[in-house]
């Protein structure tokens, strides 16, 4: 891009003529301006042809047009320690960090290309039936995960997992999921090794999903657990926030428990909420399954 403006201010030899205006001419609030309407990640890429677009691209104006609404309660909600009189595009990038709050159960972070806010609860941010017996359940430490660990289940009749989080979303429309494994990874001689021992009893009965939120809305659907040996979401159902300035109590619960039959080898990683456009993503990478609305 770079060598194509350039090519506008060279003379008939190709020689760049030293009284010829260059991009470096540009006056910077006018780059400001025009890179105000790309993305952060081409923003970046911009700032490296000359100074010009270097000074630009740290103007304010840009950047709290990337952030979200409500971007000041979230770095009182989520970031320790604020230097007064950060710029804009400093804390963007800090909120781009993975950012852990909630005695390390969760994880929340913006979306570099959108700036939508992501969220990851833990699996030990959750309440789960039966976790403190080791015979039915183990947490098992792994590079897998980004809490450095999930819950594995090796049998159980009575199936449930029930999790809740309040925080001040800002507007938008948001989609929540499961984020599940059947069978054990394990690593041997540097390669990836599934362990299904304990996989069973997924096939009889689909799991129940359910959202509530504290405004009244409610979601609810159903999947069969599939395919061991790898990760995938398995979505629960979307909410919308309206008001960016208050927050959302959510609930989620996933729950098989039809007693007629032991079911096992599954390993729970952590709930994760992320703008609904990112099911495409999901989609597209092979990493979601629908469930159906009940």
């Avoid at 015979?135 to 809490?147: A, C, D, Q, V």
């Avoid at 997924?202 to 809305?217: A, N």
């Amino acid at each position: 891009m770079g060598a194509s403006f350039s090519l506008l201010f060279t003379d008939q030899d190709g020689l760049s003529s030293s009284s010829s205006p260059s991009l470096g001419d540009l006056p910077e609030s006018c780059v400001a301006s025009i890179i105000g309407y790309l993305d952060p990640p081409q923003i970046c890429k911009l700032a490296k042809l000359n100074r010009a677009f270097r000074a630009a691209s740290w103007a304010d104006f840009v950047w709290e047009s990337k952030l979200p609404p409500n971007y000041e309660t979230l770095v009182g909600k989520v970031l320790s320690f604020v230097p007064e009189k950060l710029g804009k595009r400093d804390i963007y990038t800090r909120l781009c960090r993975v950012n852990t709050f909630d005695g390390g159960t969760k994880k929340i972070w913006l979306d570099k290309s959108t700036g939508g806010v992501c969220m990851s609860i833990s699996s030990k941010g959750l309440q789960i039936t039966g976790i403190d017996d080791r015979r039915y359940w183990n947490h098992i430490p792994t590079e897998e995960s980004r809490f450095g660990s999930i819950a594995y289940l090796q049998q159980i009749w009575w199936f449930e997992v029930d999790g809740e989080v309040e925080f001040p979303f800002p507007t938008g429309t948001y989609s929540v999921f499961f984020r599940l494994q059947l069978g054990r990874a394990v690593r041997r001689f540097g390669r990836r090794i599934c362990n299904s021992e304990h996989v069973h009893g997924w096939d009889i009965k689909p799991v129940r999903f359910q959202l509530w939120t504290s405004d009244g809305q409610y979601a609810t659907s159903q999947c069969t657990v599939s395919d061991p040996g790898e990760w995938f979401h398995y979505h629960v159902g979307d909410f919308n926030v309206e008001n960016s300035n208050s927050s959302t109590r959510i609930k989620i619960s996933m729950t098989q428990i039809d007693c007629t039959h032991t079911k096992g080898g599954l390993c729970l990683d952590s709930v994760v909420i992320y703008p609904s456009k990112f099911r495409e993503r999901l989609k597209q990478r092979g990493y979601l399954k629908c469930a159906k609305p009940m």
